[in-house]
């Protein structure tokens, strides 16, 4: 008999014995329970009848004697019987006449009785039967009346009744009660019974029983250090020994397996995959810390989660879900491996392109044994995928540079000797050679015969270099395209340090063809050394060949010269023809200069109208027959746009090493001689001397002090004034400028006045010079001479200065003095230097009412077509004229017709330079307006001009 039925009958004997003996217990004291109540409700219902009985003949005698209070007290003691709860009596009309409850008295037996009861009384009193009836406890009988006379009636009649009704439910109760109470004792008596036994069984068969399940439930806790409980040689000391044996050995079974799992959880804490471990259900069971960086989920949240929830995995060019590796492991029984377009969507929605492999875990190696779970191996490579990625970019980008290029790439494979023999080239040789590729890679050594045979020595010494070198190298040289012509091409290549995969060394190379890019460089230095518009050399150019031709006269002892021309007159042909007749006129002269010159000489344009000529190996006397030949040849007229041209010339000439031993000292003195040569009246040559070069010094003399003159208040105005011919009476005064310098005594305005108008100080001197004027006729005016006008001459600069209308305004409202008391003279060359801004700069000002003079008039170019177009209201007759027009006959009639011809176009005349009687007298006969000079006054200072205003008139 083994352990387990041991237990079983242990167990289950008792179990049985007591249920039998529960049950006849039972069963006896349901049967004498069930026997007491029949007794007991029997003797009720007999006992019911018989009271019945004896209460019908009771009320039949009472009714008989129509004793109503005798029948009324029959029904109620009936309520005084034990378990007694109703009597009634009806009448034959079913009407209660006597009840024991009395308010049912003479009330339908349909308003106070069951529905049953009522059938009760019904059956007995058709059918003239007594009706008995036992429910739950309650009796009740229904007796007619006249049974108890046993008078015979018609069956058709309905007689009264009586009915009585009993509960014994309770007494039936307490009888049950009665009965099992007696059984109690029985009962009582067998448990005791029942302890006794089990108490015994516990001894022999529970308490060895519960031990071995004390040793079960240690092993379960993983308690191996067991001792056995029972003594002797009992079946149960036998498995309790067995047990503690067992714990033993799972002892060591477990602490192997520990030191396994420990072995197995430092492998997966510390390798650097990511490392799954499911079921054979696909359920995870181990994840180590890589894979839970990857996944998102921690260990705890991972083990026990479908893989498919953990390790979602999506093809990372369609973004299709791919099937899981575990699942196709466990479908197939075979590894299954993952390529790197594997991207794994971790749970905090991270992304990762990982590299995965699967295998099944089997209960040992062979194929066929059952799969007891998969590891599942991951390895993060998206930097690697990116890597390949940005490689595959670089190398499709790198493809496109080739493949789009017009640079050539070629591979040069090196072999002994050496031969140089082609292996790679770009499609971007077809563009440069004419020939495709395919071509040059099926003649590998046909390159060379394309390299101009003048150039190959080079190419093949670059090679031979390169191979040498650990730096690139450039090369050019000329190579022939298939249509027969010469392109020159840029050749960078270097060796590589790597051999290819025979052994042999590689030249990488780039060819670009630079043909056009040698042109622009050719054309840029050109350019850079040459006029634009003429195509002659320029400055920089000159001085290069300045320095070798110097350097040659250095060397043979000689000479050489240096011109400076300047076109006279060529502003005014560029502004009133227009800066295309101009350009086509200085490409006229650069070429007839050209023409002029010999093979060695150099014609230089150094900007505007000014050409510089070298002549080397020449002296003066050379240099002055060139200048002559010059001066003549260019008086001839030039055809440009249908206009016959004519211009001068002005030469200067600077001889090496006499007047310098340097390039910018020629230029600087021929640049000077060329200006005394203007200064002398155009049209003329001069040599550099040193009375010009001391000139030049006390310009710049000049110069320095004149930029302070106006600080150190060395600067002040005269006024010499303008007498009316008619009356004698001052009627203006023109304000001149006087420099009074402490060491160099009074400047000329003659001297002066060009150096400001060259070094731009003529702005602030003339805006001082409209201040002090325009203040001084104020206060004339505010001494009550009301007919002074103060005049003021504006200079070139002046004029043209686009401010000068709004200077003159703010001016003059600053000192409150009306236009009309204001004149301004320009000179006739100023007012032709530019037609358009003169006739705007004119119209400006009259506008504001400011009178305007024409000076100098007779003096320069001026056309009668612009001068009435100009809103002027004086013209001034030159001091030249004037001072002459006794003596010479032609002054005279140029006087006449400036007076003629002012006096048809409605304007006044002014004489300058009015000195005698007889002058004035002969203008007065003329009929000029107004005079001016030293017979009447020299320029004065302000104050003694204010003592002449005080006089009615001059004599």
């Not at 009704?165 to 009962?187: E, M, P």
Request: glycine share 4%.
């Amino acid at each position: 008999m083994d352990q387990q039925q041991t237990y079983r009958l242990t167990v289950w004997i008792p179990l049985i014995v007591v249920s039998l003996f529960l049950l006849l217990s039972g069963i006896q004291a349901y049967t004498h329970y069930h026997d007491r109540q029949r007794l007991l409700l029997t003797a009720a219902e007999i006992n019911l009848y018989e009271t019945a009985l004896q209460m019908a003949h009771n009320l039949e005698y009472a009714l008989a004697n129509n004793d109503a209070e005798q029948a009324q007290s029959s029904i109620s003691r009936f309520i005084l019987r034990r378990d007694a709860e109703l009597a009634i009596f009806v009448d034959a009309n079913g009407m209660i006449r006597y009840a024991t409850q009395l308010a049912w008295q003479n009330t339908p037996v349909s308003d106070q009785l069951h529905p049953s009861q009522i059938k009760l009384i019904q059956d007995a009193a058709n059918h003239q039967k007594i009706q008995q009836s036992s429910v739950d406890g309650i009796l009740q009988v229904v007796i007619p009346i006249s049974l108890s006379e046993q008078i015979s009636f018609d069956p058709k009649t309905r007689f009264p009744v009586i009915l009585l009704q009993k509960n014994i439910h309770t007494r039936l109760t307490q009888t049950g009660v009665q009965a099992l109470q007696q059984n109690l004792w029985l009962v009582a008596l067998f448990l005791l019974s029942m302890l006794l036994l089990i108490a015994i069984i516990k001894g022999i068969v529970l308490k060895p029983l519960f031990a071995l399940k004390q040793l079960a439930e240690k092993l379960r806790q993983q308690q191996f250090n067991l001792h056995n409980p029972l003594q002797g040689n009992t079946e149960q000391a036998q498995i309790a020994q067995t047990l503690v044996d067992a714990g033993q050995q799972l002892k060591i079974a477990l602490d192997t397996a520990q030191e396994r799992e420990n072995r197995l959880n430092l492998t997966l804490q510390s390798i650097g995959d990511g490392v799954i471990v499911t079921d054979a259900d696909g359920m995870i069971t181990r994840i180590n810390p890589i894979a839970c960086q990857l996944t998102g989920w921690s260990e705890t949240e991972a083990i026990g989660q479908p893989l498919l929830s953990v390790f979602d995995i999506y093809n990372a060019s369609t973004l299709e879900p791919v099937v899981n590796p575990v699942s196709r492991v466990l479908a197939t029984g075979k590894i299954v491996e993952l390529a790197n377009h594997t991207v794994l969507h971790a749970r905090d929605g991270q992304r990762y392109h990982i590299s995965d492999s699967a295998a099944p875990i089997r209960a040992d190696n062979t194929p066929e044994s059952a799969i007891l779970g998969v590891i599942l191996v991951f390895q993060n490579v998206s930097q690697q995928y990116q890597l390949r990625q940005d490689l595959r970019h670089s190398v499709d980008f790198l493809s496109t540079i080739l493949r789009v290029s017009p640079s050539v790439t070629y591979v040069l494979d090196v072999r002994p000797g050496p031969v140089f023999t082609l292996s790679y080239v770009t499609e971007s040789v077809t563009a440069m050679t004419g020939k495709p590729a395919e071509f040059w890679l099926s003649h590998p050594q046909a390159w060379i015969s394309r390299i101009h045979p003048e150039d190959v020595p080079k190419v093949q010494l670059t090679l031979h270099k390169v191979l040498q070198s650990d730096t690139p190298l450039t090369n050019q040289f000329r190579f022939q395209h298939v249509d027969g012509h010469y392109i020159h091409v840029q050749d960078h290549l270097f060796a590589t340090p790597e051999t290819s995969d025979d052994g042999h060394q590689q030249i990488v190379g780039v060819v670009l063809d630079v043909s056009h890019q040698q042109k622009a460089e050719q054309k840029i230095s050109f350019l850079a050394h040459h006029d634009v518009l003429t195509k002659l050399p320029n400055r920089a150019l000159l001085s290069d060949r300045i320095m070798q031709a110097m350097s040659v006269c250095e060397r043979y002892h000689q000479c050489l010269a240096l011109l400076y021309l300047d076109l006279d007159r060529f502003k005014f042909i560029n502004d009133s023809l227009g800066h295309a007749v101009g350009d086509q006129l200085l490409i006229a002269v650069a070429d007839r200069l050209k023409k002029l010159m010999r093979d060695q000489d150099t014609v230089c344009r150094t900007g505007g109208d000014e050409f510089i000529i070298l002549l080397p190996d020449t002296d003066a006397d050379g240099a002055a027959h060139v200048a002559d030949k010059l001066i003549d040849k260019l008086t001839a007229h030039f055809d440009i746009e249908n206009n016959q041209l004519f211009i001068t010339v002005s030469v200067g000439i600077s001889i090496y090493p006499e007047n310098g031993r340097d390039a910018d000292t020629l230029n600087k003195h021929a640049d000077t001689a060329m200006y005394r040569a203007k200064q002398a009246g155009r049209n003329q040559y001069q040599f550099f001397t040193q009375e010009m070069h001391a000139q030049i010094a006390h310009k710049m003399e000049l110069e320095h002090a004149l930029r302070f003159a106006l600080s150190q208040n060395q600067l002040n105005l005269v006024f010499q004034p303008q007498i009316e011919v008619k009356t004698g009476r001052i009627m203006g005064a023109e304000a001149l400028l006087r420099w009074q310098h402490p060491q160099l005594g009074q400047i000329s305005p003659q001297t002066f006045i060009p150096i400001a108008e060259e070094t731009g100080l003529i702005n602030t001197i003339g805006n001082w010079t409209l201040h002090q004027a325009i203040s001084q006729c104020r206060q004339w005016l505010d001494s009550g001479h009301q007919e002074v006008q103060v005049a003021v001459n504006l200079s070139a600069v002046q004029f043209n200065n686009p401010t000068l209308v709004s200077t003159i305004e703010t001016i003059l409202a600053e000192y409150h003095l009306p236009a009309q008391y204001l004149e301004l003279e320009i000179t006739e060359s100023v007012a032709m230097i530019n037609i358009e801004l003169t006739i705007k700069q004119l119209e400006s000002l009259a506008a504001l009412g400011i009178r305007l003079s024409l000076d100098d008039f007779g003096t320069g170019y001026s056309s009668l077509n612009y001068l009435k177009k100009f809103p002027i209201d004086t013209l001034k007759i030159d001091q030249g004229f004037v001072f002459d027009m006794l003596e010479d006959e032609d002054d005279a009639a140029i006087v006449d017709a400036v007076i003629t011809l002012a006096r048809s176009l409605g304007l006044n005349t002014l004489a300058e330079g009015v000195e005698t009687q007889a002058h004035a007298d002969a203008l007065q006969i003329k009929g000029c307006d107004f005079m001016q000079g030293y017979y009447f006054s020299k320029p004065i200072e302000a104050a003694a001009f204010t003592v002449l205003l005080d006089q009615s008139e001059i004599n």
